[in-house]
Each structure stands twice: as C-alpha cells, then as structure tokens.
C-alpha cells in the first residue's frame, strides 16, 4: 500500500490538551498528585498558627478531587456529598469560629468520605478486565486515600479518648496531624517504624484494621493489575 493511503497514526499525548479534559481523563491522576504535593506543605505548616486552615484548604481541594472519581466510578455521588458537605462545613467552623471541639466531628465525616472514596476506586478498577493508565493512577490514589481516611480516624479516636498515641518527643502531648497521618502510611505500607505508639484499646483496634487493610490491598488489588498486565502484554 502506498504511503500516502497508510492510516497516520496520531499520539494522543502529542496533541494539546486543555486541563480540564485532562482532569476528566485522569481525574485519579489529579488527587494522587494533590494530595502527593500537599506532603510538601505538611512540614512547614504543622507547627504553625493557621496551619490548620491551610489544612482545610488542602483538604477542599482533594475531596472535590475525590468527589470527581467518585463520580466517574459505579459508586453513588450523593452519599459522598452526604459526607464532604458536614466535614467541610465543621472544619471551617471551628477554625473560624474558634471551636476546636468541632474538628473531631469533622474528621470523622472526612474520614468517611475518604474510605467511601478508596472503596469506589477499587469498584472503579474492578469494574473490567482492562489495565487502564488511569486505573493505574487510581491504584496509587486508593492507598493514599486509606491512609488519609486512617489518619483521621486516628484524629477522632485521640479527641475522643486522650493518650491514645503516644510518641517519642514530647509523650505526654496530643500527636499533630503530620504524625498521624506518618503513623498511618507506615501501617498501611507495613513498615511499622514504631516512634509512635498506640496505647488505649481503640487506637490499637483502628492500627489492627489498617495492617489487615494494607496487606488487602496488595494482595487483592494490586496484584491483580499486575496480573492483567503482564497478561495484556503476553
């Protein structure tokens, strides 16, 4: 066939593309990388007057990142948004308005939206036998999705039942959310470095769910698409 009659093909990833049809075709690779970028802000806030607030903005940002999956994933939109709008809403009370009490309530509404969040991913890449490059991208944003959704359930369990965490540095002081949120990425992944400690009975039930949470995961899940994979490719 001569060269002129040979079908051209054409690199989609060649071709311009506006932001707002990439966040439609990636919308999982946008929440990893906000809520990757936002691990750079953590340290310098933490310790901070307002950080918190800086927090909550981080925070909008991602769920609203997290209500997009959802919304692309077989999962029921409005039961996000049952738990985006109060976690939202109390957090920018308290922080306001001045109640701190009220940031337990919301980081367990976020909490659940959260692991609402990673439970759609999963239905999301279990929805066909197909390795997409943004089922990939949502493999990589369910685990840090579950170690948010951890963390702050971590934060309500220390609101709720003081000296549940003890760490290292200044043990007799509540831990700050960066530790929390350390603590739970070092569960999930199994490497259990142990500066921070959980010590009443609750803490230690919600640190037991999210090792047999981790292991889960790369056993069901990222294996999987490991194994469809190496079998597209075979």
């Known amino acids: 066939m001569p060269a002129r009659f040979r079908e051209r093909r054409v690199n989609p990833y060649a071709v311009a593309m506006p932001w707002s049809a990439r966040l439609r075709r990636h919308p999982s690779a946008f929440l990893l990388a906000a809520q990757l970028l936002s691990l750079f802000l953590f340290p310098v806030m933490d310790h901070v007057a307002g950080g918190r607030l800086v927090y909550a903005a981080i925070a909008t940002v991602v769920v609203a990142l997290a209500l997009l999956v959802v919304n692309r994933s077989p999962a ?122 959980p010590m009443s009975s609750p803490a230690r039930v919600l640190v037991m769910f999210e090792e047999i949470a981790g292991v889960a995961y790369i056993a069901a899940i990222v294996s999987r698409l490991i194994g469809m994979t190496i079998r597209h490719r075979a």
């Open 76 to 197: 029921v939109n409005w039961l996000a948004w049952l738990f985006a709008a109060p976690g939202i809403g109390l957090t920018l009370y308290a922080l306001l308005f001045g109640h701190p009490e009220a940031l337990a309530l919301a980081s367990l509404f976020e909490s659940a939206l959260y692991f609402y969040s990673a439970g759609a991913l999963i239905a999301y890449m279990l929805h066909d036998q197909e390795v997409t490059g943004d089922e990939l991208f949502a493999s990589g944003a369910t685990f840090t999705l579950l170690a948010w959704a951890f963390a702050y359930a971590y934060f309500v369990c220390q609101a709720w039942y003081p000296g549940s965490f003890v760490g290292i540095r200044d043990p007799g002081t509540p831990r700050t959310w960066l530790e929390l949120l350390f603590l739970s990425f070092t569960t999930l992944s199994g490497v259990g470095l142990g500066d921070i400690v």
